[in-house]
Each structure stands twice: as C-alpha cells, then as structure tokens.
C-alpha cells in the first residue's frame, strides 16, 4: 500500500481525513457488523481474503461469479466478472474499508485483509459455517 501522508496530512485529503483517528472511533455495534456481512459478495470477499490476506480484485470477481455460478473459477470469463468487478469497486470494497477490515488499493486493484475485530471474525466464521454446511435438507 502507498502512504500518501507526510506527517500524517496530505493537502488534497479533507479535514475530516486529516486527523488522527483512535481505535474508539472504529469499533463496531453489533447492528454495525450485521450490516456490514449481510451482502453475500462481501462474506465471499471476506471468505477468501481470510485465508489468502491478498487479493486482486478481478481474483475476488472471479471467486465471486464462480461462488455464484457454482463453477470452477477458471471457468469465467472477463465478460462473466465485469459487472462484479464494478459492484466490487463501486460498492463492497469502500464498504469494507471504510469500516477498517480490508486494505484496497483503487490504483493497483489490490485487497488486503486487515485483522478486523474478534466480533466480524467470529460472525464470519459463523455464517461461513452456516453458508457451507454439506448436511442441509438434501441429504435424506
């Protein structure tokens, strides 16, 4: 990731950018959260950040339209991804960085994950396990 800070300011950032934030102003309600992983794309960013840490956001695309399709991703196309991607960028990705959990680089087209608070962990981990679940109502 590229700091474009000195000392902590940048004349084209606004003020409200400009300040030093502390990690109060970041914690998350629990409503906060639920709101945050109600979108099945940002789940499935989070999903695949969680076990990679980077990602470009044509791979996250990818996963995404296969996650959706029920495909293998090297079975998308560019065609496939392309409305995804601009969900992606449009979307999910600011979502998820303006609440600190994903590091995105609009320039590089690089996702980081970002060590987000126990509390998204444990509901990512809880609706993964719920999303993934092979012994649901088909198996008779």
Same mark, same amino acid.
């Given at each position: 990731?590229? %700091?474009?800070?000195? %000392?902590?300011? %940048?004349?084209?950032?606004?003020?409200?950018?400009?300040?030093?934030?502390?990690?109060?102003?970041?914690?998350?309600?629990?409503?906060?959260? /639920?709101? /945050? +992983?109600?979108?099945?794309?940002?789940?499935?960013? /989070?999903? &695949?950040?969680? #076990?990679? %840490?980077?990602?470009?956001?044509?791979? +996250? *695309?990818?996963?995404?339209?296969?996650? #959706?399709?029920?495909?293998?991703?090297?079975?998308?196309?560019? *065609?496939?991804?392309?409305?995804?991607?601009?969900? +992606? &960028?449009?979307?999910? /990705?600011?979502? +998820?960085?303006?609440?600190?959990?994903? #590091?995105?680089?609009?320039?590089?087209? *690089?996702?980081?994950?970002? #060590?987000?608070?126990?509390?998204?962990?444990?509901?990512?981990?809880?609706? &993964?396990?719920?999303?993934h679940d092979d012994t649901g109502a088909d198996s008779t």
């Amino acid at each position: 990731m590229v %700091d474009r800070h000195r %000392d902590g300011e %940048d004349e084209h950032d606004p003020p409200s950018r400009r300040r030093e934030l502390d990690e109060s102003e970041f914690e998350m309600g629990f409503d906060e959260i /639920l709101l /945050l +992983l109600s979108h099945h794309r940002r789940r499935d960013v /989070l999903y &695949y950040l969680s #076990e990679h %840490d980077l990602a470009s956001v044509e791979r +996250l *695309a990818t996963e995404i339209v296969a996650n #959706e399709r029920h495909c293998h991703p090297d079975d998308v196309t560019p *065609a496939d991804r392309e409305s995804i991607t601009i969900d +992606l &960028y449009q979307s999910h /990705l600011p979502k +998820l960085t303006d609440h600190r959990v994903v #590091e995105f680089d609009r320039r590089s087209g *690089a996702v980081r994950w970002n #060590e987000p608070p126990d509390d998204v962990v444990s509901l990512l981990e809880f609706f &993964y396990d719920v999303e993934h679940d092979d012994t649901g109502a088909d198996s008779t």
